[in-house]
């Protein structure tokens, strides 16, 4: 077997896969599968392969499932590491202990604590500090960033807020690796004030050392848009660029290659110092050195099969990596390289095989991540690496020689061309490709092929018309599972104080009412893309305010709208031309009002509301009476008091599910409203506000009518599959 380490990676993520988005038994049933394919075509020594791997991603899963507690008005005992993540006022620190209830207590986690103050001299000192301890919010909607999973792919399990008078002690431990990392930091940075203006020395710091916090965030969209992002985050390309620097230095003197190797090592190692020791780059530099130790040990070492055992080790050491973008990222480069640059050089020029192999799975990465292709990268990336490798030089010698006016000229030209370029690009819309994230039938059907390529350079067995084969019953089984589902889906997203909801039906057709906020974190557009949903079959829009339209603009730069229905007498109609432009001119805009009924697919809406121009704008809102096979369900708006008491003889009993009016304030749900729709499910769709929504008074109201309440701030998105029987399923459990 060629690559044994190779086969158990990807059959190790085939496992993690199927454990975080399918049933055990299911994982299991697959393992069993892939185990007697393999036996058919390699030998029976892949059961011990894939039962490493097998056994591995049940820890994987075990581990990132594993939950921590908080701790509210504690002391903590512990040392200040480092500077923050991108945040001048943030600050690492490293529990030794906890103190609650006068109960001594081991701790030994890492805390992100959050200052209004500058903590930098406290760097490498032991503290005693009065915190809350909590644990960071996970992602409230499918699929979205998860900053909980991401601080612990970074060690960090904690948050914490400290003020001034939190601070109960500091001790000064006198010489301190951290504090000396840190002073040189700084120094490294007053050097770099002194010398460059604003926007090259943003550029120079997130070069050097990866701190971005002198980026505006326009400009550091734009790198992430024209796929530059990654010369900003200290990776193996910034080790591998020092390491050539220092190998063609050391190539002019005499040394022996054992020497040179050591004198390099011990380079790299400062320089990882310098970049505070983050996660990437020590990831970096261990690849560095291991690739060193295969070329002094034996040359003929695969390089492939030794970056997967590389990666297995990396994700022992902290699972969560699975979850990390820049291992992700770096190790979907070498790999990508790696196995398709051979195949690819066979037919295309060295330059353009590189490009383009790296881009195989570096482009499925980004699809699924950042959804997008930007055809500017293909263009520019191996003329900025060359430009980038100059300017690297060139910074360097100015750093650790005297600064020369002609350099600092020429660096500063330089960095000045590259952000008028990558704004010039990332302005060129037409070079992006705007794609939703795949679903997971597709991202089996991707892991499938790889597994195949995999199974084939082994043995040589498996001829393309297998993988063709595979694809196509891919297509078939994604189609297929499709079909067989049977539910209708309804996502009520958090959108925090604004409305938004997704309907999928079971013919797949989309349907979506209000955008929410135009300010909102979690905005719609994005939300939809990464739940694989790129286009609309019908948009409601209820009514022309910011906390239902304002996020229509984020939604039609990556969305297409078949159908948008708008309330008749909503002073939408005035801003209508407006509508129009910013709509595809295939889209059908039909206005609604009380009496209209739509029946599309297997849904039927009934229009109750609006009926008139004589009242304010929440109270012309879009009110939906939708119905679903035994299913009715309630959409109201932002209606009030006067219109639910004109909807009450219209109104049936016994509705399975609300969408409670304007965001549960007290202007709506009347005693006698609730009493007439007697919801199952009562949805309030709200986040922090100043208006005391939803009031006390109204959750009473519904409770008592025996409606469960469900709360988007509470629950985070929540999902509503109803089949044979409602299924109920909340992004925040407690």
Not at 275 to 294: C, D, H, N
Not at 379 to 405: D, E, G, K, R
């Amino acid at each position: 077997m060629k690559r044994p380490f190779l086969l158990m990676l990807i059959l190790l993520i085939v496992n993690i896969f199927f454990m975080l988005n399918f049933t055990f038994l299911i994982t299991l049933g697959v393992t069993l599968l892939l185990s007697v394919l393999m036996v058919s075509i390699i030998d029976y020594k892949v059961i011990i392969i894939s039962l490493f791997a097998f056994v591995i991603a049940l820890y994987v899963i075990f581990s990132v499932n594993s939950s921590v507690t908080e701790y509210n008005n504690v002391l903590i005992s512990g040392e200040v590491l480092e500077d923050g993540i991108n945040n001048k006022e943030s600050f690492i620190l490293k529990g030794n202990y906890i103190i609650k209830d006068s109960q001594k207590i081991e701790f030994k986690h890492k805390v992100l604590l959050k200052y209004e103050n500058d903590f930098s001299e406290s760097i490498g000192n032991d503290v005693i500090l009065k915190v809350n301890l909590q644990i960071p919010q996970k992602n409230t909607n499918p699929n979205l960033f998860n900053y909980q999973n991401y601080l612990r792919s970074r060690g960090i399990d904690y948050i914490a807020n400290l003020k001034s008078e939190d601070i109960i002690s500091i001790k000064d431990q006198g010489f301190s690796v951290e504090k000396i990392i840190h002073n040189y930091r700084a120094k490294l940075s007053n050097h770099f004030e002194k010398v460059y203006s604003d926007q090259t020395l943003a550029f120079i710091k997130g070069f050097i050392y990866g701190d971005k916090t002198e980026f505006t965030a326009s400009q550091l969209e734009a790198f992430y848009n024209v796929g530059l992002g990654h010369i900003l985050v200290v990776s193996g390309l910034h080790f591998g660029i020092l390491f050539l620097i220092l190998q063609w230095l050391l190539s002019l003197t005499s040394f022996s290659q054992i020497h040179k190797l050591i004198i390099i090592n011990i380079m790299l190692i400062l320089f990882l110092a310098i970049t505070g020791f983050k996660i990437s780059s020590i990831r970096a530099f261990v690849m560095i050195l291991s690739l060193e130790s295969i070329y002094l040990v034996d040359r003929r070492l695969d390089v492939l099969n030794f970056l997967s055992f590389l990666s297995i080790v990396i994700l022992l050491m902290n699972p969560f990596n699975i979850y990390s973008i820049s291992f992700i990222l770096s190790f979907g480069a070498i790999f990508s390289i790696a196995f398709f640059y051979h195949k690819i050089e066979r037919k295309l020029p060295s330059i353009l095989s590189i490009v383009l192999s790296v881009q195989i799975i570096i482009g499925l990465i980004n699809i699924h991540t950042f959804n997008q292709i930007n055809f500017a990268t293909l263009l520019i990336n191996v003329p900025m690496n060359m430009i980038v490798v100059v300017l690297y030089s060139l910074i360097l010698l100015n750093l650790f020689l005297f600064p020369f006016q002609i350099i600092t000229i020429l660096i500063t030209e330089i960095i000045g061309k590259i952000f008028v370029f990558v704004s010039f690009l990332d302005k060129q819309t037409y070079m992006k490709l705007i794609l939703a994230s795949f679903s997971k039938w597709e991202i089996v059907l991707i892991l499938s092929i790889f597994f195949v390529l995999i199974l084939r350079y082994e043995k040589k067995k498996i001829k393309y018309k297998t993988i063709v084969y595979l694809f196509l019953m891919g297509v078939l089984m994604i189609n297929g599972a499709n079909l067989l589902n049977k539910d209708l889906k309804l996502y009520f997203y958090d959108v925090k104080s604004g409305d938004s909801i997704f309907i999928s039906t079971p013919r797949k057709n989309k349907v979506l009412i209000d955008t929410g906020r135009e300010d909102s974190y979690n905005l719609i557009g994005d939300i939809l893309l990464k739940n694989n949903i790129k286009n609309l079959d019908m948009l409601f829009l209820t009514h022309n305010h910011n906390d239902h339209t304002g996020g229509l603009e984020n939604l039609l730069k990556s969305h297409q709208v078949k159908y948008l229905f708008i309330p008749k007498y909503s002073n939408i109609i005035d801003d209508l031309a407006n509508f129009k432009k910013k709509f595809s001119s295939d889209t059908k805009i039909i206005l609604l009002q009380a009496g209209d009924q739509i029946i599309y697919d297997d849904l039927i809406f009934n229009v109750l509301n609006p009926r008139n121009n004589d009242l304010n704008e929440n109270n012309q809102s879009l009110v939906l009476d939708i119905k679903y096979d035994q299913y009715n369900m309630l959409f109201t708006g932002d209606i009030e008091k006067e219109v639910e008491k004109n909807l009450l003889k219209q109104l049936i009993s016994n509705y399975d599910i609300l969408k409670v009016p304007h965001h549960g304030s007290e202007t709506s749900s009347t005693q006698d409203f609730v009493n007439q729709i007697k919801p199952m499910y009562s949805v309030i769709q709200v986040g922090r506000n100043s208006y005391g929504h939803p009031t006390r008074g109204i959750i009473e109201r519904y409770e008592a009518a025996d409606s469960q309440i469900l709360r988007t701030d509470l629950d985070g998105c929540i999902i509503f599959k109803l089949g044979k029987k409602v299924k109920i399923k909340t992004l925040i459990v407690e």
